[in-house]
């Protein structure tokens, strides 16, 4: 089971976080692997380790908000590998701003990045697997796909609503001829940027905390197994799915109280 060999995955944001650990996971598993990120070094490193497993990995450096360059990145693909197997659709940014400062023009971006830049990453794979017969993509949303998160996040959530849709209409469409698309929807996973805000305020991890069950932040490794699931035959009928990967934040209604922080509310009563 899980046998990905003969397989060939592309993703992208290959060089930290969510996406270095997709690809290593399916990498362990027997795909070659495309890499791509703006950061070239950090993607070269996934590479090399990849490359010591005896897999195959090549590294494109492609905005993958520019429908050009996502077209032409494929294309690469298929002078390389000639085929596209699974898809991690991971890399974007958002936009942090308070909703009546955010400009149209940030707004622009963000949706450019987020939405336009991953259905352009959707079309170009789904085109290949769709002559193949088969296929799975794997977008990555967000919490915030589902639910508010407040801080500044208008822009992004917006954009991360619109994933969902997108990846529902996609499996609608397409998963009769053979190509599956499910969307995950991490909570906080810890990453640089990630830790660079905790950094600049000391209250936000606990913040965060309290909203989490299982009682700690995501790690980029949690993915692994989803993602190889997700890129194995042994999903074959899961398609148009919104997974979570949160630690139980979803399940908790708002007004909850997660088992780990009433433990220690009892202890700190002497309970």
């Known amino acids: ?23 290593l996971a399916v990498a362990q598993h027997g795909a ?5 990120d703006r950061n070239r070094d950090g993607a070269e490193k996934t590479a090399a380790d ?18 050009a360059a996502i077209a032409e990145l494929f294309t690469q693909v298929d002078r390389d590998f000639g085929r596209v197997d699974f898809l991690g ?9 308070r909703p009546e400062d955010l400009t149209i023009s940030d707004l622009q971006k963000v949706l450019q990045n987020l939405v336009v830049g991953r259905f ?15 296929g799975s993509i794997m977008n990555i949303g967000s919490l915030a796909s589902s639910t508010a998160l407040g801080r500044g996040h208008i822009a992004y959530s917006m954009a991360m609503g ?12 397409w998963s009769h001829r053979g190509v599956r698309v ?13 830790q660079a805000r905790m950094a600049d305020d000391p209250t936000l991890e606990g913040r965060f905390l309290r909203g989490i069950p299982a009682g700690r932040l995501g790690q980029p490794n949690d993915i692994m ?6 890129a194995s035959d042994e999903s074959a009928w899961i398609t148009g799915a919104i997974i979570p990967l949160d630690g139980g934040n979803m399940a908790m209604n708002a007004g909850g109280t997660a088992g780990h922080l009433l433990e220690r509310v009892q202890t700190f009563a002497g309970k």
């Not at 659709?89 to 958002?94: C, E, S």
């Not at 079309?123 to 193949?132: D, F, I, P, V, Y």
């Not at 499910?182 to 990630?194: D, G, H, I, K």
């Not at 197994?225 to 997700?230: D, R, S």
């Open 50 to 67: 990849i490359r010591a497993l005896g897999r195959r990995a090549s590294v494109a450096q492609c905005d993958v908000s520019d429908p």
């Open 120 to 134: 352009a990453m959707c079309q170009e794979a789904a085109r290949r697997m769709l002559a193949q017969g088969k």
């Open 225 to 230: 197994g989803l993602a190889v699931l997700l």
């Open 162 to 173: 619109a994933v969902i849709q997108m990846t529902r209409e996609l499996s609608t469409e």
């Open 1 to 23: 089971m899980f046998d990905l060999s003969g397989k060939v995955a592309v993703i992208s944001g290959a060089a930290q976080g969510l996406g270095r650990a997709t690809s």
């Open 182 to 194: 499910n969307c995950v929807t991490p909570a906080q996973v810890v990453n640089p940027s990630l």
């Open 32 to 36: 070659d692997v495309v890499l791509i």
């Open 89 to 97: 659709n991971i890399a974007g940014d958002g936009i942090l701003s």
